[in-house]
């Protein structure tokens, strides 16, 4: 099913990347900005020890919604989906900026990740409806560059909102950012014309829920607040388990599963996902180990530590652009290989970080993963979209996109 034909013209075309683009640059910002708002955020509503429920919410709940969000793509339509979760996320963000302590600003938190995962995949898949081959690695490459734009001047947007607004402006400024994006996107896609009745999978929707939610809650708590062979723990492990074999079993039931098993057949899908997931925990990891490495062992300040992230992100930004057109040139499979060997051989230079290591080495390093990493995350949804029908593009991007979230 496709919401919009290459003939349509480009007056609406343009229209409708510009909502793409303002959709997707605000929900990656949100993350980083309310990040730098956390001190204020905690200084106004008390709650310390619950600080870090904030990103976990938002996290549980977006990681969670994204593979459903791209099945209901497939089957509502993309217009429908994109802007109802736009609609969820400017609600939530109004909620947030009004919360009048802790636990209300984690719920609705919560409610603005279901926001943010429904968007999530939403761009690639509009991108790949629009375009295919050259086209689509060019705006798969620009789409990953926007991502990293906003992760770079999100910690100094943030901070700036603070220092001259209040916190509560993290989230308002979605509001008007959010109505123009609804505006754009709503006139540039075409709506689903009905074919016939639609069936909802919604035993795979509750197992998908519980087993990841469960499995994320036992990751986030374990060795932390519990410790790992903790009965609560492990508990969460064993439902974790229960809502994975019993979500396996209605996708294999299922008249229209969120998430076929038929694709794990597929070469192409099994392993370009597993790319991705390892790719997602080696970057977090780099992201989250450096900086509280140069803080803590090194003993730069904390802003100090912060810029070291910098230019990992403007050298992906560099390579998500040059390799979204370099790509049907070399192709896919020299691409990925390239940026993985060049991401090993940035983590392997982290791994001889010592007490005499610089902050300008620090900043090579994580340089050198940025480039890697520019060359592969466009790519490995392209190479989705282009190994899969029309069809099913809804499903492989989410995937894509769920695989490294989670």
Do not use: H
């Not at 919401?3 to 949100?30: C, Q």
């Not at 089957?75 to 302590?101: D, T």
């Not at 939610?213 to 492990?237: H, R, T």
């Amino acid at each position: 099913m496709v919401e919009m034909s290459t003939e349509s013209k480009n007056p609406k075309r343009t229209l409708l990347l510009t909502g793409l683009i303002i959709a997707m640059f605000f929900s990656a910002l949100d993350g980083t900005i309310v990040g730098t708002a956390m001190p204020k955020i905690v200084g106004d509503l008390g709650g310390l020890s619950m600080m870090t429920w904030l990103t976990t919410a938002y996290l549980l709940t977006s990681t969670t919604v994204v593979p459903i969000a791209g099945k209901l793509a497939d089957l509502l339509g993309r217009r429908v989906v994109y802007v109802s979760g736009l609609i969820i996320f400017m609600a939530a963000s109004a909620l947030c900026g009004m919360a009048n302590n802790m636990t209300e600003l984690i719920i609705f938190r919560g409610l603005q990740g279901i926001g943010g995962g429904i968007m999530m995949p939403m761009a690639m898949i509009v991108v790949g409806d629009l375009f295919t081959g050259k086209q689509r690695a060019k705006f798969q490459g620009v789409f990953g560059a926007i991502y990293g734009l906003a992760s770079v001047i999100g910690p100094q947007i943030g901070g700036w909102i603070v220092d001259t607004l209040n916190w509560k402006w993290v989230f308002y400024i979605n509001l008007p950012v959010g109505i123009v994006a609804v505006i754009f996107i709503a006139r540039g896609l075409q709506g689903r014309k009905q074919t016939g009745p639609i069936n909802f999978d919604i035993a795979g929707i509750f197992t998908m829920v519980v087993g990841v939610v469960s499995l994320l809650l036992a990751l986030s708590f374990g060795g932390k607040d519990y410790a790992w062979g903790s009965w609560q723990i492990l508990g969460l492990f064993a439902l974790a388990l229960i809502g994975i074999i019993g979500f396996i079993i209605a996708e294999t039931k299922a008249k229209e599963p969120i998430l076929p098993m038929y694709l794990f057949k597929n070469r192409t899908f099994t392993f370009l996902n597993l790319i991705g997931f390892f790719m997602s925990i080696g970057m977090f990891g780099a992201v989250t180990f450096v900086p509280f490495f140069m803080q803590g062992i090194v003993g730069v300040s904390a802003s100090e530590s912060g810029t070291i992230m910098t230019p990992m992100m403007v050298s992906m930004i560099i390579t998500s652009i040059i390799g979204g057109q370099l790509v049907y040139k070399v192709g896919i499979k020299p691409q990925i290989i390239t940026g993985m060997v060049i991401m090993a051989g940035g983590f392997l230079l982290l791994t001889t970080l010592d007490l005499d290591t610089s902050k300008l080495v620090a900043t090579s390093y994580m340089a050198i993963i940025g480039l890697g990493m520019g060359l592969v995350m466009p790519i490995l949804t392209l190479a989705l979209q282009e190994s899969f029908s029309k069809e099913e593009l809804g499903v492989v991007t989410s995937s894509s996109q769920f695989f490294r979230s989670i």
